[in-house]
């Protein structure tokens, strides 16, 4: 089955940080643009990173500086790595697929919740 | 960065009821603009792309139109399924922003 999981959430003092995983199945991550969207409690979507299929990223200015994005082709995964954490950063993290090209989102994974929280 | 901004941020409906979701941007996105669909504990689902396309598999109830900075969401006659939450997103620029969401409760 064509899925993407997001693992790696959990509970993080501020300043902390976490590594959030994306693997994804019957299809190659390397092939897609792979983007993070988070949605804290009570609020909308937020894009957050996005990698290309070449390899160039971007990111939202909330969390430039302080978070990665990442890809491993043998593993078929994507990671976000986050540094310096804070309360606003909670939020369910979700892992989506966009194909090459000017497209949308056409596929997202559940996510997983981080909590930043003394 | 563009803003985009949605209303109603809630709407009230029957099942039957013909809905319609607003969403403006900030500066014009061509027709990169795409509507998805949230539900809690579910994957959001991706429902219209380049402003009218319908994606694959979804019901023809869905219709989306607009061009520049004002699109639609129509529902033609909402169905249980479909109480949900709806964003708007445009994909012109590598920062895709969304909409604020609109919650289509049950009246």
């Known amino acids: 089955e064509v899925q993407l999981v997001e693992s790696g959430g959990g509970l993080v003092q501020p300043g902390g940080s976490l590594r959030l995983s994306c693997a994804a199945s019957?299809?190659?991550?390397?092939?897609?643009?792979m983007s993070w969207v988070r949605q804290a409690p009570g609020k909308g979507l937020e894009w957050v990173s996005i990698i290309y299929s070449g390899g160039s990223t971007y990111y939202a200015d909330s969390v430039k500086g302080r978070f990665t994005i990442s890809r491993d082709n043998s593993k078929n995964t994507v990671f976000l790595q986050m540094n310096s954490l804070r309360v606003e950063d909670t939020a369910v993290y979700f892992c989506a697929r966009q194909p090459m090209g000017i497209q949308p989102f056409d596929m997202w994974g559940l996510g997983t919740m981080v909590t930043v929280s003394s | 960065d563009i803003q985009m901004t949605q209303s109603p941020s809630t709407l009230s409906a029957s099942v039957g009821d013909r809905v319609t979701i607003t969403c403006r941007a900030s500066q014009s996105v061509s027709s990169w603009l795409a509507w998805y669909q949230l539900k809690p504990g579910k994957a959001p689902k991706l429902l219209i792309y380049k402003a009218s396309s319908l994606e694959s598999g979804v019901p023809s109830r869905f219709s989306g139109s607009g061009s520049g900075t004002e699109f639609t969401l129509t529902i033609s006659s909402l169905q249980p399924d479909d109480f949900a939450t709806y964003y708007c997103q445009q994909y012109n620029s590598y920062s895709r922003t969304f909409g604020q969401g609109t919650k289509v409760e049950i009246k």
């Open positions: 019957e299809f190659t991550v390397s092939g897609y643009y």
